[in-house]
Structures are given as structure tokens and as C-alpha cells.
């Protein structure tokens, strides 16, 4: 029998020119009964187009399987993917299970192979008729205007917003153009209006997100990220550092970190940590021990990082408070 990774039916978009702009999957699975896994080893690997009736025969040979229903139109089509192995992106359905597997909790982020992302996902115009080519874009905007229609473009990116395509159950996100597919969002985290998560980001669950986290990185369980902060991702500058904020963490409001952290740990508002900002290090009783870059700090639990009022200097010590998030808050979710 065939390795099984992950496998999906896709409901995709193509262009007048036969460009797949996007692929919606409502159920992807990474897990299967050996009824449907007998079922799938006769499939090819990768992505196929399939008709429903093709489709339909085999969810009543597996009937774990769900089958989206579609309305015949030239611009949609009925896909599939099927991959036994996490291997590099090979087209834009792929890329587009992949991003799914994520924001439905299938996959953690950092957990899977990305590889061609970026060369399989078109700059699409995301609009209020769905995903248009961008050089197609001119002619739906003059026929919406001649129709007396308002055609509204939401942006023009290559990654969606996440809520078009998957909700997870427990979450509040009080401005999702802010949450991109392929973001990890675990039950109880709450979203403000400034906060943002990227494709394969995210927060574990539950948390505070007020500010912004980068690409790659996550935030730990019951970790509070204030207004406005922001985490270094792995994109910027050919970094390759994978950031992690641990469990009950505070990341005060116009602070961030280019460093992980474990866990308890605060950097006080204001405070941007990076590998090379020089860290005095104090005992407990506050006085200096040593001078290290941050970098050497990194991954350690129970620091509080904040800036010496009077000389400037950023100092570390053991962090004697945990943070607590609002419960009434969370239980709102």
C-alpha cells in the first residue's frame, strides 16, 4: 500500500486563461480507515482534476471521504490531492492543502515541508466575487460598472485571507483580513485589531495576540503578545532562526524579539530584543553579573528583560510574576 500524508478534495478556480488562482478544501484529512486508505492507494499521487461523478463513486466506496458539492461553471473545477509524502510544493493545489492543514490544526506550524510555496501561489486581486487574475482584473471591474455592480478588491497577494477558506472553532478575530491562510489559530486565542498572524504562524492557544506574529513563529499557550509588538520572522533578511515565544509569556505593547524565549518570560513595553543587543545579566539581588548578547539567552525560561531607566542599558533577571490571561476574556470565545 502507498505511504499516505495527506489527502484532500478541492474545489479550485481557474482563469479565462486556464491559471489555477486558488483551492478550497472544506475537509482535508491526514488520517484514514483502512477502508478509505484502500480506496485512495488506487488514486495518483499529487493533483487531478476529477468529475463528480468519478468523485462521487468514491465516497460511496469510502464513505469517511467528503465529496464538496459544485454547480458546473467554465471558471471552477472539481480537484483532488493526494500526497504520500511531505515533499516539495508541485502546484498550486498542493500548495493550497498544504496552507489548509495548517489553519484546520491538521499540521503544526514548522511542521511541514514548504518548499515552492511562493512559485505555485499567483498574485491573485482578492475580491467580493471571489479570487480574479490580476490581468484579468480591468475587464471585471468595467463589466461591474456597466452592470450597475460595485466589484470591491480586498487586496492583491498571493495568500487569502484565512476565515474565506477555514474558521476554527473557539477563536475570536476582530479583523480577518489580518489572519492569512495557513495561519495555526488553537482554540481560546483571542485576535484584536491590530493583531496579525502569517502562514505558517501561529498561537497555540489560548492567547492574547495584539501585535504581530511574523512568519515561522509561534506563541505558546496562555502568552499574551501586547499592542502593537511583533516577532522576527524567518523571511527578513535571510534569517533562518526559527522564533518561539514558550507558555505564559508577556510581550508588553511596542516591544518584540528576534530571539525564543521559554517560558515565563517578559520584555517590558517598548523593548524590542535582538541576537546582538548587549544584555547585562543581574543576580537576584540586581546587582551586574555579566554582559552577554541575547543570542546566548535564548530558549531560557524566567527572564524578565527591561531597560535600565537611567543608563539605557538592557538588563535580564529571574522573572518573579507569571502571567494570567483574562479569563472573562477567553471564556467569551
Known amino acids: 500500500m502507498d505511504k499516505f500524508f495527506a489527502f484532500g478534495f478541492g474545489i479550485s478556480t481557474v482563469s479565462a486563461k486556464g491559471v489555477e488562482l486558488d483551492c478550497y478544501f472544506p475537509k482535508p484529512i491526514t488520517d484514514a480507515d483502512s477502508e478509505t486508505k484502500r480506496v485512495l492507494n488506487e488514486l495518483p499521487i499529487g493533483a487531478h482534476e476529477i468529475s463528480t461523478e468519478a468523485a462521487d463513486l468514491l465516497g460511496r466506496n469510502a464513505k469517511s471521504l467528503q465529496i464538496p458539492s459544485i454547480n458546473p461553471r467554465p471558471n471552477k473545477k472539481l480537484v483532488y490531492v493526494k500526497l504520500a509524502e511531505d515533499v516539495e510544493i508541485r502546484s498550486t493545489p498542493e500548495a493550497y492543502l498544504k496552507l489548509h492543514l495548517l489553519s484546520h490544526r491538521l499540521r503544526i506550524p514548522n511542521s511541514l515541508n514548504l518548499?515552492?510555496?511562493?512559485?505555485h501561489l499567483p498574485n491573485v486581486c482578492w475580491t467580493s466575487n471571489g479570487p480574479i487574475a490580476t490581468d484579468e482584473i480591468g475587464g471585471a471591474l468595467e463589466e461591474s460598472r456597466i452592470n450597475g455592480k460595485h466589484l470591491e478588491i480586498f487586496s492583491v497577494d498571493k495568500f487569502p485571507k484565512m476565515v474565506n477558506y477555514v474558521v476554527p472553532n473557539g477563536v475570536r478575530i476582530a479583523d480577518s483580513s489580518r489572519i492569512r491562510l495557513g495561519a495555526y489559530l488553537g482554540d481560546g486565542t483571542t485576535v484584536m485589531h491590530e493583531g496579525f498572524i502569517n502562514f505558517n504562524a501561529g498561537a497555540m492557544g489560548p492567547n492574547m495576540v495584539e501585535g504581530r506574529i511574523?512568519?515561522?513563529?509561534?506563541?505558546?499557550?496562555?502568552?499574551?503578545?501586547?499592542?502593537?509588538?511583533?516577532?522576527?520572522?524567518?523571511?527578513?533578511?535571510?534569517?533562518?532562526?526559527?522564533?518561539?515565544?514558550?507558555?505564559n509569556c508577556l510581550i508588553g505593547a511596542n516591544a518584540g524579539t528576534g530571539i525564543p524565549l521559554g517560558d515565563r518570560c517578559t520584555i517590558e513595553a517598548g523593548l524590542y530584543i535582538t541576537a546582538n543587543s548587549p544584555v547585562t545579566v543581574l543576580d537576584k539581588n540586581r546587582a551586574s553579573v555579566k554582559v552577554v548578547k541575547a543570542r546566548n539567552l535564548a530558549g531560557k525560561s524566567d527572564l524578565l528583560?527591561?531597560?535600565?531607566?537611567?543608563?539605557?542599558?538592557i538588563t535580564c533577571r529571574t522573572n518573579q510574576n507569571t502571567i494570567e490571561l483574562n479569563a472573562e476574556l477567553h471564556d467569551l470565545n
Open 115 to 119: 518548499d515552492g510555496l511562493f512559485n
Open 214 to 247: 511574523s512568519q515561522g513563529v509561534t506563541l505558546g499557550s496562555g502568552s499574551d503578545l501586547g499592542g502593537s509588538a511583533s516577532t522576527m520572522g524567518t523571511l527578513s533578511g535571510g534569517g533562518n532562526i526559527v522564533i518561539s515565544i514558550g507558555e
Open 305 to 313: 528583560f527591561i531597560r535600565d531607566g537611567q543608563s539605557g542599558a
